[in-house]
Structure formats: structure tokens, C-alpha cells
């Protein structure tokens, strides 16, 4: 074989002008497409949906934190076999209330995740931001105009960091997009079901409480102590009743967090952390494919 055939270099994809033009037109549109502002846009009106579900959420979570802890507090009074007794049905609702504070920090950990894709997506709009993604753009444009007069290191260089940038600007809009299409077509019916068991949980202990809340004393005649012995009698008996409806109570509000902190935890943290692996990965391959 001649000597300037094994001297031959490798040639590269990018070396074909096919390749060079198909990205130089990405190049033009991505800087277009990021100076118009509609992905962000877009992207910031999902983020103030969610960060508005966010909050109602953790509202609701400690409005119920709070008629649980009154259910706590609440006691029953009644006398079997004559003798005074005082029982708080709502203890059993202390795990399930351990439970509401913990999905009560998981939504305000939801809202610090939004809040800081919010500031994300504020910043890819601030102007020298935007100035330096569009200079990356034009400077990438003139190696492929100029591709056989650069150097390859300046031609690598230029090409990963115009990559590189472009991967960071799209990837808030990439997040709230996928977030987006996959609460709107699976997430919302389940969402919005649990959202409204918590609430007619949280009323159904709020009429528990008032049920229980004694009456003020007044003098007492023979017919009202013998009116109060028929309602102790009573009361023992509704006991077994007031406690079934505080365990329907905690296992609906149980299922109902548990679904809820899967949800906020999926679209806040797992879903972001995944379109930045893919990101990495994107611009890992991208770069391989182009040597």
C-alpha cells in the first residue's frame, strides 16, 4: 500500500458539508427560537400552575394538621358501670398527623424545586445571557463558513461550547414541557382525587370534633342527671362507632399523601434530575458523533 495512503487521516463527520449545513440551520433556528422567548414562556406559565398546586397543597396539608391536632385534644366523656371515664378518640390520629407534617415538608421542598426552575427560566431570559448563547451561535456559524481555514482545536472547542449552551438554555423549557404533558395526560385525575379526599377527610374530622365538644353545664334537676346516665350509656356505646370513623378517616388520609408526595416527588425531583442525565448524555453523544 502507498505511504500516503496509510498517512491518510480519518475524516470526520462533520468534515461532510451536508453535516456542516444541516448545523449550521439548527445553529440559526436555536438562537432564534431562544431569542423570541416562547419556550420560555411557556415554560414559566407551567411552573406558576404548579407552583399554584404546590401551595394549595400545602395549605390543605396544614389546615388538616391543624383539626387533627383539636381531634387530639377533644376527649369523651362517659360513665360505664358508674364510673367516670375520659377517652380522646382522636389519638388515634397521631401517626397519621406525624405523617401530614412529613407531606407538609415534602410540599415545601415541591415549591423550593419550582421556585428555583422559576429562577432558572428568569435568567436564561436576562440579556447577557442571551447575548452569549447568541455570540456561541454566531461563532459557530463562522467556523462552519470558515470551516478548512480553523484550527481544530478552535473548531472543537467552539462546537462543544455552543452544544453545551444550548443544552442549558432549552433544558428548564425541556422540563416544564415533559412535566407538563405527563400531569395533563396521567398525573391530573390522580391529582386531583387525592387533593379532594384530603379535603372532605379534613371536614369529616372537623364534624367529628364538633360532635364531641361538650355543652355548658347547667343546674341540674333529677330529670337531666337521669338524662346525662342515658347519655353515658350511650356515648360508651358510640364509642366503637367514633373510632371505626377516625380509622376510615386516617387510612383515607394516608393513601391520599402517599399519592400526593409520589406526584410532587416525581415532578419535581425525579423528572428534572432525569432530563439532566439526559442532557449529559446528549451532549456526550452529540460530541462523540461529531469527532
Known sequence: MPENQKMQPKKQLIDSRTTRLVLGLVTIISVLVAASGIADRHGREYLEQSMARTLVTFGIARALNGVISVAQGTEVAFEPAG????????????????????????????????????????????????????????????????????????????LRLFVLLTIARFL???????????HTGFLEPRYDV?????????????????????????EEGIFDKLAKMYGSAQSSLDIDKRLTKYREVAAEITSSSVELIVIFLFQTLLLPLAIVWFGAFLFRSTMRLLR
Open 83 to 158: 364510673v367516670g371515664v375520659n377517652f380522646a378518640p382522636g389519638e388515634i390520629l397521631d401517626p397519621v398527623n406525624d405523617m401530614i407534617e412529613r407531606f407538609s415538608w415534602v410540599m415545601l421542598s415541591a415549591s423550593a424545586s419550582l421556585g428555583l426552575q422559576q429562577l432558572l427560566s428568569e435568567l436564561s431570559e436576562w440579556l447577557p445571557v442571551m447575548l452569549i448563547y447568541a455570540v456561541s451561535g454566531i461563532a459557530l456559524l463562522l467556523v462552519l463558513l470558515l470551516y478548512d481555514r480553523t484550527a481544530e482545536g478552535v473548531r472543537l472547542f467552539v
Open 172 to 182: 428548564i423549557p425541556a422540563v416544564a414541557f415533559s412535566a407538563e404533558m405527563i
Open 194 to 218: 387525592a387533593v379532594a379526599r384530603l379535603e372532605q377527610a379534613s371536614d369529616r374530622i372537623g364534624n367529628l370534633n364538633e360532635s364531641a365538644m361538650p355543652g355548658q353545664p347547667d
